[in-house]
């Protein structure tokens, strides 16, 4: 694909352990275009983690390379945005200044991104606790706040590690729908790591599933829905069986039994 965001190619991690190397990741390769929404969907220990580290230059490599927007990824990348299971937020920061810490590091101008930051707080519904601690918010909130810290630089790729897997299923619901509706305004490049199938079909453009460890990918899937995905399009026949086709493979590979 001549306009991908994210290019990965061939990349491969093997962390040495007391017990010798451990193969975390298989060749892997895949791009995400300007403006894709891409899910990584595999079972736990798979190296969906390792892959993101990668991709993002906060671990090296054990082979293969990260292209983003043409230049090749070889450390900390800033360009990008993170978002993290632990909301990782500064607990002696405010939710405001949390978020500003990205101006502050990439030394970009305080008044327009203070300006991004309250739009950002806004459609998050957390404009009334821009002041608040972490500490003072729940654990939904949390995570919104660290979505606006990684959207409020405009990074070309967004990164996602499971980032609702902490949350009880009522707000993971809830922060899906809400992270749609923010996605859809500015349509950002996103890969998106999860172990939710029907998480990942209610987001994704396209789907790579990944195999076990050592994880390579499995297939990919192209996830023809409509956007928004309302509730009648989530409960649609077709829906179910993007669903389906994902849970059928997993129980090929013994990922899921009944
Ligand atoms: P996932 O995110 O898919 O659950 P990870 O990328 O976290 O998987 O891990 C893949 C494999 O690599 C696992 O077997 C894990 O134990 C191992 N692993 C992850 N990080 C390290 C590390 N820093 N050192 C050694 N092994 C690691
Ligand atoms: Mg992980």
Redesign the pocket.
């Known amino acids: 694909m001549s306009d991908a965001q994210l290019s990965i190619d061939r990349l491969k991690k093997v962390?040495e352990?007391d017990d010798g190397d451990?193969l975390?990741?298989n060749e892997t390769s895949f791009t995400i275009g300007k403006g894709e929404f891409v899910s990584v969907l595999?079972?736990?220990?798979?190296?969906?983690?390792?892959?993101l580290l990668m991709a993002a230059g906060l671990e090296k490599s054990s082979g293969g390379s990260v292209t983003i927007g043409g230049k090749t990824v070889q450390k900390p990348f800033t360009d990008i945005g993170i978002v993290f299971q632990e909301h990782a937020l500064y607990e002696w920061r405010t939710v405001l200044e949390n978020i500003m810490l990205q101006a502050e590091i990439r030394r970009l101008p305080k008044e327009s991104m203070q300006i991004r930051a309250y739009e950002l707080l806004e459609q998050t519904g957390l404009k009334e606790f821009a002041n608040k601690y972490p500490s003072e918010l729940s654990g939904g909130m949390r995570q919104r706040a660290a979505i606006c810290r990684a959207l409020v630089h405009d990074p070309s790729v967004l990164f996602f590690?499971e980032p609702f897997g902490a949350l009880d299923a009522l707000t993971r619901e809830q922060m899906r729908i809400d992270l749609e509706k923010m996605w859809l305004k500015r349509r950002p490049t996103v890969l998106f790591?999860t172990h939710g199938i029907a998480e990942a079909v209610a987001l994704s453009d396209r789907i790579i599933v990944m195999t076990p460890?050592p994880?390579q990918v499995d297939e990919i899937i192209t996830v023809d829905l409509p956007r928004p995905r309302t509730k009648e399009i989530l409960s649609s026949k077709k829906f179910v069986e993007y669903c389906d086709r994902i849970t059928e493979s997993f129980m090929r590979r013994g990922i899921i039994k009944y």
């Open positions: 962390y352990t451990l975390a990741l595999g079972p736990s220990g798979c190296g969906k983690s390792t892959l590690d790591i460890r994880g």
